[in-house]
């Protein structure tokens, strides 16, 4: 699919981002900047318990509030939800309600919508909303969800399962069989919140003249949500646009479609008035999406010098109350069971997995996708296998590495052409000097240092062929690009994607930029907005660049290709021997003979009597680009330092390395922020963040004072290095990077924390709390 580029000049120039400067100058418009006439202000009153039927939902105190109010709730809804299945006979089904109508499941859980003039009196009137609740068993634990003696938390369930499925490659029993060492450990993760700057909100206005619908949601997923909508709600989908603005993060948590989404349009055309709400921090932190809280056994079987011959897995993930749309309750546990593999070279492998329902939010996609908790599993157990093995554990993983490509693995996915043992020699060489430090520094009873790393791939930019096979109702897996040239030679892009800090206005215009011979500055790159971009699935998956980067290429492409078609007629010239550049078009090595790009995209559509015969008028093309059929995989080693005071438990972050390849980099800056951004997230993982309920569901960490995230002081430099493995996949050779920089860090660290106090790690997050336990187990080993 790789197609030839005539000389970039753009395409991996560090280039500032453009759309800083209207996010820096305080002009971006985000969802809490949608102001319209005679809007309504939404509140929910969300469920105080974990699990209850709903007996009374008592309004009568608010008919002498003072100020007009409408109060809705489950009866006045009917049956609209959100319906999250896969298709496997395994799976039970389920559906979350928009508002909860005889039961909740979650602290949290919408129950009733207040809709007030402003939002202050609209959250003072959900507040003196009074609900009356029968409490019910709760479910909080694996176990619990496991026990089939407990209550489905829907009617007909057989147990709180929502699906346990295999996969499978290889005979394992003969792994087994003629394996010198089997290696048994559990491994677990905490559940977490995705916490983007930026919380969810929903504006939507109704104009019965015209029959449109127009909502604005800061989502990933604009096309997704106007198709869910449309569908529940029984609209055309040509009369309804949906609007993302400019969104203050999103990090996955903004790629599913929420209730809120459909039910404040739904609110819009009941009440005759545009409706708003924008969720504070305590409901983000409660009522969003969750993440992680995985727990994998796993089974290695290994032979006498060292070689990984299979591995078993049995996988269980805490998904809460609800499957999400789209990826469904599967998805989490699904993604682990597929990337445990990893980048090592075994053909045996047999993974169980499994979604249990708790009264919990529910969890949904958030940076990673199961993959960081598989990589946590997949490399502690490297490092415990060395261990056991009394082999170096960078020796052993060069040893198990894949280095021959094409390469497929044991499920039958296929690896395009990466760097594994070259990204690990490269960071075994950047920490020569920290393992000799680490290995000192175990003498000192007080402070020890320990070196640890994560070795990973990612796949990315996977197409419609990997959704065909897990059966989710997302379905597609492309992404579209217009490309459009003005008369004055300065184009447009319209693209499916949705910008939510990926840099994607940058990169696209520089990608446009160099098929077009213009100067970046001179694209204007749109996006966001379904009236104007083309069907695409939207942001996620690390496929901006290696999808959406590589279908404006080869619309621009054909653009261009039209141009020096044009500029051929006109100079006299072969067009196969033009070259666009620098806003023009000459004769390959004649640039003295040229005619300027301006002057082209004139004749095409203004002056077309220019035109070579036969040629018709006009400068616009729209291609949609999908994706491999087991994506392209990007490789990195993520490397930590760190330093232990053993007497308190704290922990220094010294160093942390990546050296990681992503393909051909559109834009270093825009890709070294991303990696960073990614590991900052992956380090809260590792050592801080931590959502928490007690044993009747009730949650406890609902503010940044106990939910706690990572400031500036626990960050140090993260030092980036790149090796570039173009893929053949795709138009430019680019790979998708923007999940990996999460992936690594709880493994790295992890690793770097057995490292330095000689003891296992099974979980994390690594607080200080957990250190100084830690520690103190370590001490016993050594003092035994």
Not at 431 to 456: N, Q, Y
Request: proline share 6%; charged share 25%.
């Amino acid at each position: 699919m790789t197609q030839h580029m005539d000389r970039p000049k753009h395409i991996g120039a560090r280039i500032q981002r453009f759309e800083d400067t209207r996010l820096l100058a305080g002009t971006a418009r985000y969802i809490d900047d949608i102001r319209l006439p005679n809007m309504l202000h939404l509140r929910f009153v969300r469920a105080q318990m974990a699990h209850a039927k709903i007996l009374e939902i008592d309004t009568e105190t608010l008919e002498d509030i003072g100020f007009p109010t409408q109060v809705f709730t489950g009866a006045d809804i009917g049956d609209l939800s959100i319906k999250a299945h896969q298709d496997y006979p395994e799976m039970q089904y389920s559906e979350q309600p928009l508002l909860a109508r005889d039961r909740v499941r979650f602290v949290g859980e919408a129950v009733a919508a207040v809709l007030a003039d402003d939002a202050y009196r609209a959250e003072d009137a959900a507040e003196m909303v009074f609900v009356d609740y029968d409490p019910l068993e709760v479910v909080t634990t694996m176990d619990q969800a496991r026990d089939p003696e407990v209550p489905g938390l829907f009617e007909g369930w057989r147990t709180n399962v929502f699906v346990e499925r295999q996969m499978k490659g290889g005979d394992i029993a003969t792994a087994k069989a003629e394996a010198a060492h089997v290696i048994t450990r559990t491994y677990t993760t905490q559940r977490q919140a995705g916490v983007p700057m930026e919380g969810r909100g929903v504006a939507a206005e109704y104009d019965p003249a015209n029959r449109t619908l127009t909502v604005w949601s800061s989502t990933q997923i604009p096309h997704l949500v106007r198709t869910y909508i449309a569908e529940e709600l029984g609209l055309p989908e040509s009369r309804l646009r949906v609007v993302a603005p400019d969104v203050g993060g999103g990090f996955g948590v903004k790629g599913q479609v929420f209730p809120e989404e459909v039910l404040v349009p739904w609110l819009a055309m009941k009440t005759g008035r545009p409706v708003k709400w924008v969720e504070d921090r305590r409901e983000h932190l409660t009522s969003s999406i969750h993440a992680r809280d995985h727990s994998h056994t796993l089974e290695a079987y290994v032979s006498e010098d060292g070689r990984i011959l299979g591995l078993k897995a049995d996988i269980s993930v805490d998904v809460g109350a609800y499957s999400t749309f789209p990826f469904t309750a599967a998805g989490d546990p699904g993604m682990a069971a597929k990337v445990m593999p990893g980048p090592y070279d075994f053909q045996h492998y047999e993974a169980t997995f499994r979604a249990l329902a708790t009264n919990k939010c529910p969890i949904g996609t958030y940076r990673g996708v199961g993959r960081p908790s598989a990589v946590f599993s997949q490399e502690r157990l490297m490092d415990d296998i060395a261990k056991e093995l009394g082999l170096d554990p960078i020796a052993f993983r060069l040893k198990n590495v894949v280095r021959n490509f094409p390469y497929t693995n044991a499920l039958g996915f296929t690896y395009d052409p990466g760097s594994y043992a070259e990204t690990l020699e490269k960071v075994r060489d950047l920490l020569a000097e920290d393992r000799a430090a680490a290995a000192a520094s175990h003498k000192d009873p007080h402070k020890r240092i320990g070196v640890g790393l994560a070795c990973f791939v990612e796949q990315t930019a996977h197409g419609t062929p990997d959704f065909t096979r897990r059966r989710v109702p997302i379905e597609t897996g492309y992404i579209a690009a217009r490309v459009e040239m003005t008369p004055d030679g300065q184009a447009f892009v319209d693209i499916g994607l949705q910008n939510h800090g990926q840099g994607h206005e940058t990169v696209m215009a520089q990608v446009a930029a160099d098929a077009l011979g213009i100067d970046p500055g001179d694209v204007h790159v749109r996006h966001g907005d379904t009236l104007t971009t083309p069907y695409s699935v939207g942001t996620w998956g690390s496929r901006g660049g290696a999808l959406g980067g590589g279908a404006v290429h080869v619309a621009a492409t054909r653009i261009a290709d039209k141009l020096k078609a044009i500029a051929g007629h006109l100079l006299q010239t072969d067009p196969q021997k033009i070259v666009l550049q620098n806003g023009a078009a000459h004769p390959e090595g004649h640039p003295d003979r040229h005619v300027a790009v301006a002057k082209l995209a004139r004749a095409a559509l203004r002056n077309v009597d220019q035109l070579p015969a036969g040629m018709e008028p006009g400068l616009e093309v729209q291609y949609s680009l999908d994706g491999p059929n087991d994506g392209t995989y990007s490789n990195a080693v993520h490397a930590a330092v760190v330093e232990i005071d053993t007497k308190t438990g704290k922990m220094r972050l010294k160093r942390f390395v990546v050296v990681e390849d992503c393909g051909t980099i559109l834009n270093p800056l825009i890709v070294d922020g991303q990696v960073r951004g990614g590991v900052v997230q992956g380090i809260g993982s590792a050592m801080l963040e931590h959502f928490i309920y007690d044993e009747e569901g009730q949650p406890l960490t609902v503010t940044f004072a106990d939910y706690l995230m990572p400031l500036a002081t626990e960050i140090p430099e993260i030092e980036l290095h790149h090796i570039e493995t173009p893929t053949p996949l795709t138009p430019l050779g680019a790979k998708g990077l923007g999940e990996g920089g999460a992936i690594g860090p709880a493994a790295a660290i992890a690793n770097a924390v057995a490292d330095a106090l000689g003891i296992e790690v099974s979980k994390t997050p690594l607080n200080a709390n957990a250190l100084w336990h830690l520690a103190r187990k370590g001490e016993k080993n050594r003092a035994g």
